[in-house]
């Protein structure tokens, strides 16, 4: 599918349609898909990957939360086909090897989280540049005293690994807590199980001493996509392509001085 030996820009509903998938449900759905899946590139520094289908084979739809069938003309980075590895786009499955099929591709998405638990809540934090967060007034989903440690952990930009040794428990422990807390909220990625405590008022963001940064509206928009609380349609043209967008997040956690992504919607927040 590319012969170069640079990413060139390809646009979906031209030679393909693209589902794009947070990496969090991406990995179990290619595991449970088996050795006939198709084309599907990944990025680690977006947790996102895109299983890309034969065109027009993939309508919207009830697909998961977080799952998207991508609109036509919208770019996305095709690697090299030498590049399956790294922290930007690479293939997960390189092109030749089969073809996904979309209603495989649905049942073994919608299968492991019951359709109810993937509805987005509609309360959360709206990330105002001067005013604290409001939380919703019920707590629906309770979460036990292990998953409320990682949670607060998990605000600060610990990573797996620093959150095991705080805690004193083996990573593996840290991984399944994390995924406990993302199937009570039916989020799959780590920004969004930030959001979703938040957003609750499970966890409160932890406290810094710097002054409060300026934040545009565009800041404000790009916070709320990467939170899961708005979708990326109401980003300003020239940020609805995934290189852009991602550096304009990396501008905002240096801004920040966060760690990570969830780091930074916890100092968002506060």
Not at 55 to 81: C, D, N, Q
Not at 104 to 127: D, E, I, K
């Amino acid at each position: 599918m590319s012969g170069s030996s640079e990413t060139r820009r390809a646009r979906c509903g031209e030679d393909f349609t693209a589902v794009r998938v947070p990496a969090d449900l991406a990995r179990p759905a290619l595991a449970a898909l088996g050795p006939r899946t198709g084309s599907v590139l990944a990025n680690r520094t977006t947790q996102t990957w895109h299983f890309l289908l034969p065109l027009g084979s993939a309508l919207p739809g009830e697909w998961p939360y977080g799952v998207r069938v991508m609109p036509e003309g919208r770019p996305i980075g095709i690697p090299p086909l030498t590049t399956t590895d790294g922290r930007d786009v690479h293939w997960a499955v390189p092109p030749g090897r089969g073809v996904t099929s979309p209603a495989h591709l649905h049942r073994v998405l919608n299968g492991p989280l019951p359709p109810a638990s993937l509805t987005p809540t509609p309360t959360g934090p709206q990330f105002p540049s001067r005013a604290p967060v409001r939380v919703a007034a019920s707590r629906p989903c309770p979460l036990t005293p292990a998953q409320l440690k990682v949670g607060r952990l998990l605000l600060t930009g610990a990573s797996d690994r620093e959150m095991a040794v705080e805690l004193g428990v083996p990573v593996g422990t840290v991984l399944h807590q994390l995924n406990r807390i993302g199937r009570r909220f039916g989020v799959p990625t780590a920004v969004r199980k930030a959001a979703a405590l938040l957003a609750g008022g499970y966890v409160a963001p932890p406290r810094v001493s710097m002054l409060a940064p300026e934040v545009s509206p565009d800041d404000l928009t790009v916070l709320r996509v990467l939170a899961g609380l708005a979708t990326d349609d109401g980003l300003p043209a020239e940020l609805q392509s995934s290189d852009p967008f991602l550096d304009h997040v990396h501008e905002l956690r240096e801004r920040y001085g966060a760690r990570t992504d969830p780091h930074l919607i916890a100092l968002a927040a506060f």
